[in-house]
């Protein structure tokens, strides 16, 4: 079989070469620790990412078996895997600027998914409102101690919900806040995949619908960016939903830092997040209907594992 895309993560961690093992699989991906770092080698149809190495078969891999870089191929067990002529993915990001313009519209069309994210089920409601509520007064450093490992899934829910919120952050800043960010990631104590995907939320790369979504809500282009939405809800049990849970909460958060975004009070609901030239249907509502302070350290449940 055949790589056919490689996000710059993954192909990184192919660039180091070496030896790796299988460390999850499901039917539409596997996950392999190499030593430059975590890939996941996906099915077609998976929209490509930064960790994914997208091929044009499906690949069944227990876990624990061998990974070799070999070459230009990659040895899973006795399965062959071709790099050569694979095309290195990268997500497009809009300027800074047109980020914090039409992040209303952006916001608008990520709300209705959050609306879904497991973050507002009990017993996680609580401590992941909270986070968002430190978030706007302290900083993505408290929202990462308080999110990070937190809820369920292969990336539970709360990291989910982080890379949302970094990814935003780092698309209102621009390169230059990935500095920032990435000191940030220090406070979370989660799995290494988590970290992996967190680490290129703040690089300002994730998997292709959120750069759809961001893009088309940066060319107003309403309709695209819904679709893109309801394409990232689809992704997982509910970590598409998280994601966005997340996204909404750090487009409002950096973009009343810019002073771009007028955003809703995290305890008035009634008011809602708009930019300069489009305004949102329900902004935050949809995520945060009622926010109460809690000093209480977050629930962490067992991990259940989620299809990729």
Known sequence: MRALLVGAAAARALAAGGAGVTVASFAKATYVSMPGGLLALTAPGVPPGPLHVVLDAPLAARHGVPVFRSGTRLLVGPACVELHGARVWTGPLPGPVE???????????????????????????????????????????????????????????????????????????????????????????????SLAVLGSAAAGQSIAPVHQ???????????????????????????????????????????????????????????????????????????TPSIRSSSRNPYRAPMAKRQA
């Open 99 to 193: 980020v914090r313009r039409s992040a209303g519209l952006a916001i608008e069309a990520a709300s209705g998914p959050a609306a879904g994210s497991a973050l507002l089920t009990h017993p996680y409601r609580e401590p992941a409102l909270h986070a968002l509520e430190r978030l706007r007064t302290a900083g993505p450093a408290e929202a990462v101690g308080l999110l990070a490992g937190l809820g369920p899934g292969l990336t539970p829910a709360g990291d989910d919900a982080l890379a949302g919120m970094l990814l935003a952050l780092r698309a209102l800043g621009g390169a230059g806040s990935e500095a920032r960010l990435r000191p940030a990631l220090r406070a979370a104590r989660t799995t290494a995949l």
């Open 213 to 287: 979504l961001l893009g088309a809500a940066a060319r107003r282009d309403r309709e695209t960016a819904g679709a893109a939405a309801r394409a990232l809800a689809e992704v997982g049990a509910t970590s598409g939903a998280d994601f966005c849970f997340g996204l909404v909460a750090g487009l409002s958060a950096g973009a009343v830092e810019a002073q771009t975004v007028q955003v809703l009070s995290w305890k008035a609901p009634a008011r809602q997040a708009a930019s300069a030239e489009s305004s949102t249907s329900s902004g935050l509502k949809a995520v």
